[in-house]
């Protein structure tokens, strides 16, 4: 009897490990999301930091007019309709001070609407 009791307990065991590794695994490969607010001509927050070759999602809200977010050295352009929201989803593979630009005119203060990403190993 304590021999089938023994072989049961551990059959539950190996068959529920997968299912507790898998889940754990695919908490670990989920994208980092940072939300980030862009109006009048702030992006918020305006500087964030990342790890290289970690996948990150930019959650953009736009609480006016049109926006959009634009990385040159990254490759990476987004718009963002009046009060919609967009997605920007990329992995920084290389490291350093990277500034994105609203890339969409939205008035006066537009040249000033900055957002640096951090990237660091």
Not at 33 to 48: D, L, M, Q, Y
Not at 79 to 86: E, M, N, S, W
Request: charged share 25%.
């Amino acid at each position: 009897m304590k021999k089938r009791l023994m072989l049961l307990v551990l059959s539950a065991a190996a068959m529920s490990t997968p299912f507790f590794v898998n889940r754990s695994t695919v908490a670990e490969d989920a994208p980092r999301r940072i939300e980030v607010t862009a109006s009048k001509f702030t992006f918020a927050p305006s500087e964030i930091t990342l790890k290289k070759d970690q996948p990150v999602v930019l959650v953009l809200k736009s609480t006016d007019v049109p926006h959009g977010l634009k990385f040159s050295e990254l490759n990476l352009n987004v718009k963002i309709d009046k009060d919609g929201t967009a997605e920007l989803k990329f992995t920084p593979e290389k490291t350093g001070d990277f500034v994105g630009h609203c890339s969409v005119f939205c008035g006066s203060g537009h040249g000033g609407m900055m957002l640096t990403l951090h990237v660091v190993d």
